[in-house]
């Protein structure tokens, strides 16, 4: 069964400090692999997937995240965070078959601090 | 202006009472998702709907039922059987053709009194 471990509840980070937010799957199929966003009592919007191709993803806002097969992770990284980065991130996966389900992580809240 | 609307966006009910939570879309999406909700366990499935007049259960779908009358409609009703119905419920929808990215409403939060 396929499952997705967000490996940090929560992530304090200063202002202008860079940041790695960690996602790991479990799949024993191929997978397509997504990072959301969620402000606070708002739905969730996509921040960047992975479908194929290369394995280096990017935001339009600067973050980025990379997949890595060997080590099932699809880790969000950015080189530094703004207060407005303060959100939920959420990674998904779905897989060919899967009727488009996401199978969610429990989430990590990033707080940026000044 | 295309997207997805939840209404109402703030729910109360008192126990025992059956509630149902709105979802509008017009994206012309063929596919719609029930999520729930609840602080440090992400979302999870609750029903979900390919095309009209038909729908699955998801991971959690006891005390809920759906319907699927309209492309652009897929209604929740949380039922007196559902143990625990306090929490944040999101829909989502999926359009026709690969794999892409679902798309979510703004929510509905949904509290028993």
């Known amino acids: 069964a396929q499952s997705v471990t967000q490996l940090d509840s929560q992530v304090p980070v200063f202002e202008e400090a860079p940041v790695e937010l960690r996602c790991n799957y479990s799949?024993?199929?191929?997978?397509?692999l997504f990072w959301y966003v969620q402000y606070p009592n708002q739905g969730l919007q996509l921040l960047l997937k992975?479908?194929?191709?290369?394995?280096l993803v990017e935001s339009i806002n600067g973050f980025e995240a990379e997949f890595n097969k060997s080590q099932t992770s699809f880790h969000l990284r950015k080189p530094s965070v703004h207060i407005s980065d303060t959100a939920e991130y959420f990674c998904?996966?779905?897989?060919?078959?899967?009727?488009?389900?996401?199978?969610f992580g429990a989430g990590t809240r990033l707080a940026v601090h000044p | 202006d295309g997207g997805i609307t939840q209404s109402p966006k703030y729910l109360f009910r008192k126990e025992g009472q059956n509630v149902t939570l709105s979802c509008e879309q017009n994206?012309?999406?063929?596919?719609m998702y029930w999520y729930r909700q609840d602080p440090g366990q992400g979302l999870r499935l609750i029903y979900y709907?390919?095309?009209?007049?038909?729908?699955q259960k998801g991971d959690i779908a006891e005390g809920y039922s759906v319907s699927r009358e309209k492309k652009e409609s897929f209604p929740l009703t949380v039922t007196s059987a559902q143990k625990n119905p306090t929490a944040f419920y999101l829909c989502?929808?999926?359009?026709?053709?690969?794999?892409?990215?679902?798309?979510f409403g703004p929510g509905t939060r949904l509290t028993v009194l």
């Open positions: 989502a929808t999926f359009g026709p053709g690969g794999v892409n990215e679902q798309f």
């Open positions: 992975y479908l194929s191709g290369s394995t």
């Open positions: 994206l012309n999406h063929d596919a």
């Open positions: 998904a996966v779905t897989f060919s078959g899967g009727y488009n389900k996401l199978i």
């Open positions: 709907s390919q095309i009209v007049n038909d729908f």
């Open positions: 799949s024993s199929v191929s997978v397509y």
